[in-house]
Nanobody, 120 residues
Framework: QVQLVESGGGLVQAGASLSLSCTAS????????MAWFRQAPGKEREFVAS???????????TYADSVKGRFTISGDNAKKMVFLQMNNLKPDDTAVYYC??????????WGQGTQVTVSS
């Protein structure tokens, strides 16, 4: 069982940066794949970025095309945290951002979300 809590959202102008954090509680955090999703008003939730274990101490990151080159996902196993650094934010990035975790094929654990609003 994993509990996830996001923080770091806010209101910024286009072109600014924000950093989101996700703090996890529970056991075997390092064995989970972690990801960020977002949901804009009136739209379905969409994948943003993921961090997946590929070796003993190796992880690889994947990104949605819409954020590639602007967002960076990273993690700290010792602190049980995952981060999303968002640069050059655009109004289209406005959404509630969710942290998610999975140990199998689907993301089973979700945080409550944090609002990111980007004004033009």
């Amino acid at each position: 069982q994993v509990q996830l809590v996001e923080s770091g959202g806010g209101l910024v102008q286009a072109g600014a940066s924000l950093s989101l954090s996700c703090t996890a509680s529970g056991r075997n955090f390092g064995n989970y794949a972690m990801a960020w999703f977002r949901q804009a008003p009136g739209k379905e939730r969409e994948f943003v970025a993921s961090l997946i274990k590929s070796g003993e101490k190796t992880y690889y990151a994947t990104y949605a095309d819409s954020v590639k080159g602007r967002f960076t996902i990273s993690g700290d196993n010792a602190k049980k945290m995952v981060f999303l650094q968002m640069n050059n934010l655009k109004p289209d990035d406005t959404a509630v951002y969710y942290c998610a975790a999975k140990s199998g094929s689907q993301y089973d654990y979700w945080g409550q979300g944090t609002q990111v609003t980007v004004s033009s």
